[in-house]
């Protein structure tokens, strides 16, 4: 977005889904933050664990089984039944992943309303989260292919593309507008929500589903990340996962989870008489011209000032930030920098936190994830507490510690970074604002 827009084309938030290792949706979400629940524990060794250089996770946040989408969508309340049968058509064939997406959108669609009233389906459009969402489809693919080759799925070229979420999606909810896959690496999300809101503000559609794709790791993506350093290795664990920003960090920890939020314009959500949750009042990405995987101090500031001028707000009206906060020591580092310098420091300052301290990293849709969890607390007045934090790395920060805080004001700030030096960040408003 670059720019204010007209009252009528502003952006407001409609709807929301999510179904992870964390929660089954956003009223379990919001249970979930409030207590500090946290989804991460310690996976079981890979049957390879004893070769010499073979590594895995410390600690996973992942769904019980690929099960899961499905038996939620078949418990899904309140779905009308045309709406069920079509979604059981198609996303009961795809991948858990898509059906993941499938029962997140459905959420969202049906807090939005818009199973009951809705604009022309040309008026609709839809954005997906990410990039590389497919590679453990292509590797289990292969597996089964080399056994057999009959075994192969017939479907198989639809299902190993990223466009498989936006096809579904399509065909389920009977969405005729735009559709894209967006990817930034780990800041997808937020970059999702910006396109799918310079949509709205473009006159493209009135309303716009950004969905977050859940990115259950391939093996090689598994050990490739912990080659890099990125990801928390499994040898030399503490008992218990350290929260973000914490002293005891080593990498990330992967979270699993699909999420999606309604996009609106306020006219639309007017004339439909559509309750706003939230405004999504500004939005920034920005580049480092870096190709490798540290972030940069200049370029966080940078999406953080910008997200707020292009919302009108100033760093004293947040009332908390919700970080990229992934538990690499070199990203926390760099980010509690990047907030001294746009927020200061001293008890004035935002409350700072990290969804991915329950969640887990979630990826491509860790931004949605992450949005769709500061709605909630926008909602309930609270922001939710991150436990694992003993020795923060930086004691100026107003990190929330074991315990949810008191909002304050009507404004959270979003931090997502992805690797390549894509920053991004997008500010959420209370709807009484």
């Known amino acids: 977005m670059s720019g204010p827009v007209a009252d009528g084309r502003a952006v407001v938030v409609t709807g929301l889904g999510v179904l992870g290792a964390v929660a089954a949706d956003p009223g379990d979400l919001s249970v979930a933050l409030r207590a500090g629940r946290c989804a991460l524990t310690a996976p079981a060794p890979p049957a390879d664990a004893d070769r010499p250089g073979v590594s895995w996770p410390a600690f996973t946040a992942e769904l019980a089984s690929e099960d899961v989408p499905k038996r939620a969508l078949d418990a899904l309340p309140g779905l009308p039944e045309d709406l069920r049968t079509a979604a059981r058509r198609t996303a009961l064939r795809a991948p858990a992943p898509v059906c993941a997406a499938v029962v997140a959108a459905l959420q969202a669609w049906l807090e939005a309303g818009l199973d009951r009233t809705a604009p022309p389906p040309e008026r609709i459009g839809v954005v997906v989260a990410g990039n590389n969402l497919t590679e453990r489809v292509t590797e289990d693919g292969r597996t089964r292919a080399e056994r057999n080759p009959v075994y192969l799925p017939a479907r198989y ?12 999606l399509s065909r389920v909810l009977g969405v005729r507008g735009e559709g894209c896959t967006v990817g930034g690496a780990s800041a997808s999300g937020n970059l999702a929500l910006a ?14 589903l950004v969905v977050g794709a859940m990115t259950p790791l391939s093996q090689l993506q598994t050990r490739g990340y912990l080659t890099l350093g990125a990801m928390a290795p499994a040898h030399g664990a503490p008992v218990r996962p350290p929260a973000p920003f914490d002293a005891g960090h080593r990498g990330f920890h992967p979270g699993q989870a699909a999420a999606c939020m309604v996009l609106e314009t306020v006219a639309s959500a007017r004339l439909r008489g559509a309750r706003s949750l939230a405004g999504l009042v500004g939005a920034a990405v920005v580049l480092d011209g870096n190709h490798l995987a540290d972030p940069s101090v200049d370029g966080e500031v940078r999406a953080m000032e910008g997200a707020l001028a292009q919302a009108g707000v100033s760093a004293s009206d947040v009332g908390w930030v919700s970080t990229h906060g992934t538990g690499s020591p070199l990203g926390d580092r760099t980010e509690a920098d990047a907030l001294r310098k746009v927020f200061g420091t001293g008890d004035d300052g935002p409350w700072v936190n990290a969804t991915k301290s329950l969640t887990g990293h979630c990826l491509s849709a860790a931004g949605v994830v992450e949005a769709v969890a500061a709605v909630v607390q926008l909602r309930g007045g609270f922001v939710h507490p991150d436990p694992g934090r003993r020795e923060p790395v930086d004691a100026s920060l107003r990190f929330t510690g074991d315990e949810p805080r008191r909002a304050r004001g009507g404004f959270v700030l979003s931090n997502g970074f992805g690797f390549g030096g894509i920053n991004s960040a997008v500010v959420l408003a209370h709807p009484q604002v």
């Open 195 to 208: 396109h799918g809101a310079r949509m709205l503000a473009a006159g493209a559609a009135d309303v716009c």
């Open 157 to 168: 070229a639809l299902h190993h593309q990223d466009t498989d979420h936006v096809a579904t």
